[in-house]
């Protein structure tokens, strides 16, 4: 029996590299770890986003755009998330970070699943995001990441110099869609239980376990072949 967890998550969103970093330290306390089935969804952050990393000005700047406050303010939100993924051990750059389209590294991490590398890759996209400084919109970039996971060379770029996997990474969307999904990192527990945002690591595990015991077959404690009892034919007296 295994627990599926589903997180929808972009590779340039803060928030979804400290959930994930959470999501682990629940899992390293959650006694049945070993039965949970892993799958990183796509969610594009921003689906107009330019393919080159280096249009759209800083880190800052793009906040600023896509929320509609100063510059100044998008930085006090980015010394706050820095400050927070450092407590999660992150170490956050965002004078480096170089945001692009991402819709090419989410292909990647479908590939990435069917070969059971997809959470290696995540944490290096993720990583190279944010602590690295590198253009995950580059397929460059993106081939040298893969290679890195273990991903076979020319399956990379298969995907790349084509639309594979394409109609998977607007199922994942559309499928976040109908959840009614409109931030990330959102976490989906046995199809059933939904968590929204960057939670800390006790509520996450709270509801793996609620999950886990709701998902759970019935544990029998007690059997007496001769105790009384009825069947479909008659009852023991």
Same mark, same amino acid.
């Given at each position: ?9 972009d ?34 952050l921003? &689906?107009?986003? /330019? ?6 000005g800083?880190?800052a700047q793009?906040? =600023?755009?896509k #929320? !509609?406050? *100063?510059?100044d ?5 980015i ?21 692009g ?51 076979p ?5 298969? &995907?790349?110099? /084509?639309?594979?996997y394409s109609?998977?990474?607007?199922a994942?969307?559309?499928? =976040?869609?109908? #959840? !009614?999904? *409109? ?18 690591a ?5 509801a ?19 105790a ?10």
């Amino acid at each position: 029996m295994s627990l599926k967890v589903e997180v929808w998550s972009d590779v340039v969103c803060p928030w979804c590299y400290i959930g994930k970093r959470r999501l682990e330290a629940a899992l390293a306390r959650f006694a049945h770890r070993g039965e949970v089935e892993l799958v990183w969804r796509s969610f594009e952050l921003d &689906v107009s986003a /330019s393919p080159s990393a280096a249009e759209g000005g800083t880190y800052a700047q793009r906040l =600023a755009a896509k #929320y !509609g406050c *100063s510059v100044d303010e998008a930085q006090v939100m980015i010394d706050q998330m820095t400050a927070t993924a450092a407590s999660e051990g992150l170490d956050f750059r965002f004078d480096l970070a170089r945001p692009g389209n991402t819709f090419d590294a989410h292909r990647l991490l479908h590939l990435a699943l069917e070969y059971g590398h997809q959470d290696e890759l995540k944490e290096r996209l993720d990583r190279a995001t944010f602590t690295e400084g590198s253009p995950v919109s580059d397929h460059r970039a993106l081939r040298g990441l893969c290679a890195q996971v273990g991903l076979p060379e020319a399956e990379v770029d298969a &995907v790349l110099t /084509s639309n594979r996997y394409s109609d998977a990474v607007r199922a994942d969307e559309a499928q =976040a869609q109908a #959840y !009614g999904i *409109s931030g990330v990192p959102f976490f989906v527990i046995d199809g059933r239980y939904g968590i929204s945002g960057a939670q800390p690591a006790d509520a996450i595990l709270q509801a793996l376990d609620t999950a886990w015991s709701e998902h759970s077959p019935l544990t029998l404690v007690a059997q007496d072949g001769d105790a009384p009892s009825c069947d479909g034919d008659s009852c023991a007296v």
